[in-house]
């Protein structure tokens, strides 16, 4: 059966944190609003927090919308709920691969440079590398990215609560296992090693199973990869396959630690996080 030509997808994420105590002032980051893009449209986004603070938002580097916001009165807790309709479509057609030649050229690494460099959560023995090199290289971009995307989760087993947020790929290799973001990262230092820009993206997923129009369910913070071979591809290590409609991107980096949904500073007591909650709609 056909993906169907596009899909209008609602959105509730909360998240946020606890202190033994209170917090005295802290100031915080949020990357939680999805991107408006070629595949997707950003029809509504908000993001409330309790406290309420007043929020300024921007752009990063990598062209993720930050919220950022400060409170300087003492509060025990921290909420966050961000909330979006999104329509998704899906993406284009694979176009011609590069030649090896192509993605060697000087100005592609260097306009590529971030997502073609290790970072310490994207690193690998190098015997991993080597055997991944044999392996693929011969391969044309698209179908080394497949391959390789395979070969990893044929590698790293999906265990959910198996790792952390600090876990790096080459300690999920000698694990076996790990979740989505684990997956992702291992991915990304293969494809790295084969000179395919790649990089890391964090979003929502629907669970497509056993929901129908209109129903709110489950859904999952998920990470996925994207690889250049002429254009950004995405593909999903932890499910296989390329990214569809039912894949909202929220955020893109070198790695986990360019995009986590929520980041600050305070000054208090040590806090705890108070857990995620994802709800997805799909309207249409």
Not at 104 to 132: G, I, M, N, Q, W
Not at 156 to 166: A, C, E, L, M, Q
Request: with cysteine; hydrophobic share 35%.
């Amino acid at each position: 059966m056909s993906e169907p030509a596009s899909a209008r997808l609602k959105i509730r994420h909360v998240t946020g944190f606890s202190y033994d105590g209170a917090a005295r002032a802290s100031y915080n980051e949020a990357r939680m609003t999805p991107v408006t893009s070629a595949h997707q449209t950003v029809l509504s986004a908000r993001i409330t927090t309790t406290p309420n603070a007043v929020q300024s938002t921007y752009r990063d580097f990598f062209g993720t919308v930050v919220t950022v916001f400060d409170l300087q009165k003492p509060h025990s807790r921290l909420e966050v709920t961000a909330e979006a309709t999104v329509d998704t479509t899906p993406p284009a057609p694979l176009e011609a691969p590069w030649s090896a030649d192509e993605l060697r050229d000087p100005a592609v690494e260097d306009r590529f440079c971030e997502y073609l460099v290790p970072t310490p959560r994207t690193t690998l023995d190098a015997h991993v590398l080597d055997e991944a090199r044999s392996q693929f290289c011969e391969l044309d971009v698209h179908a080394a990215a497949h391959a390789a995307t395979d070969w990893v989760r044929g590698q790293v087993r999906y265990v959910t609560g198996s790792t952390n947020v600090t876990s790096t790929a080459d300690e999920v290799w000698r694990q076996g296992e790990g979740v989505c973001q684990d997956l992702t990262h291992v991915t990304i230092a293969v494809l790295r090693s084969l000179g395919i820009p790649a990089r890391y993206v964090s979003g929502y997923l629907h669970p497509i199973a056993g929901s129908s129009i209109g129903e709110a369910v489950m859904g999952q913070s998920h990470a996925w990869v994207e690889y250049f071979g002429g254009q950004w591809v995405g593909i999903d290590p932890t499910n296989g396959g390329e990214v569809g409609i039912h894949h909202v991107v929220v955020a893109s980096g070198r790695e986990y630690g360019d995009v986590p949904p929520l980041k600050g500073i305070y000054h208090g007591e040590p806090s705890r996080a108070l857990g995620v909650v994802v709800e997805i709609t799909q309207l249409s």
